[in-house]
Nanobody
Framework: QVQLVESGGGLVQAGGSLRLSCAAS????????MGWSRQAPGKEREFVAA???????RYSDSVKGRFTISRDNAKNTVYLQMNSLKPEDTAVYYC??????WGQGTQVTVTS
């Protein structure tokens, strides 16, 4: 059974930074394609970043250059470093495996 637990969300002023973490259960984490998505109030969930098992990384255009996804296979953890945060980044951020298994989400609120 796959379990994903996000942490690191919070309240930050525009221009600030946060680092989200997602701890995963499972002995084959190194072979999983992992990613982050977000959902703002009244909007659909949208793709943010992905880091596949071979090291290929993708970002949405809205976060490219500001966010960095990384993973530590020894710790079964994927990270999302978010810099230069904007109010429009306010959302619940979800970790996922293969876009099929999802964590419970962590709230990120950016004030102007």
């Amino acid at each position: 059974q796959v379990q994903l637990v996000e942490s690191g969300g919070g309240l930050v002023q525009a221009g600030g930074s946060l680092r989200l973490s997602c701890a995963a259960s499972g002995r084959t984490f190194r072979y999983w394609n992992m990613g982050w998505s977000r959902q703002a109030p009244g909007k659909e969930r949208e793709f943010v970043a992905a880091h596949d098992w071979s090291g290929v990384i993708r970002y949405s255009d809205s976060v490219k250059g500001r966010f960095t996804i990384s993973r530590d296979n020894a710790k079964n953890t994927v990270y999302l470093q978010m810099n230069s945060l904007k109010p429009e980044d306010t959302a619940v951020y979800y970790c996922n495996r293969e876009q099929s298994w999802w964590g419970q989400g962590t709230q990120v609120t950016v004030t102007s």
